[in-house]
């Protein structure tokens, strides 16, 4: 019996697909885009104002019309490294995000499963407490409507 046990217990799975390593992989993914901001970030910062600066003052008035392709272009370019590093890195937490969200739910209903049976199985021993109460009140009545006078009982 207790092999069944045992090999029972060790054929449970649980569906938490993630290890140490992924934590590992995340660092790793995250660790371009701190390299990144570090070489680029005052740089990029500077960009972003310029041009925030830029659209408020004049709104580009000075841009030929003709240049406004290659100009959008450029800014494709220039956030297309960040954007990227962060997507691979976005994905990955997206991954174990939902991967630790799949483990709690999993957890939350087991727990709830378990709580109603334990509500379920009281719920069955009250009801046989009730029934062997009523039972033995039954027995005591019977007794009770069995007495007789010659049983010492006075029942004027």
């Known amino acids: 019996m207790s092999d069944i ?3 029972t217990i060790k054929n449970v799975i649980y569906p938490f697909s993630i290890t140490g390593a992924d934590f590992k992989n ?3 993914l995250a660790l371009p885009i701190k390299k990144w901001i570090d070489e680029n970030g005052e740089e990029f910062a500077d960009f972003i104002m310029r041009h925030r600066n830029l659209w408020n003052t004049s709104q580009y008035e000075n841009i030929h019309l003709k240049d406004m392709p290659a100009a959008m272009d450029k800014v494709d370019i220039l956030f ?4 990227q590093l962060i997507k691979n890195f976005k994905d ?3 991954r174990i995000r939902t991967n630790t969200i799949t483990f709690e739910n999993y957890l939350q209903n087991h727990k709830i499963e378990i709580k109603n049976n334990m509500t379920q199985a009281r719920f069955i021993k009250q ?3 009730f ?3 009523e039972l033995k009140k ?3 009545i019977e007794e009770a409507n069995d007495l007789s006078e010659d049983m010492g009982l006075d029942i004027d």
């Open 127 to 129: 009801d046989q407490l």
């Open 26 to 28: 995340l660092s790793m």
């Open 92 to 94: 990955e937490l997206n």
């Open 131 to 133: 029934k062997e109460e």
């Open 80 to 83: 297309r490294e960040p954007l």
């Open 138 to 140: 039954q027995v005591l």
């Open 5 to 7: 046990v045992k090999n």
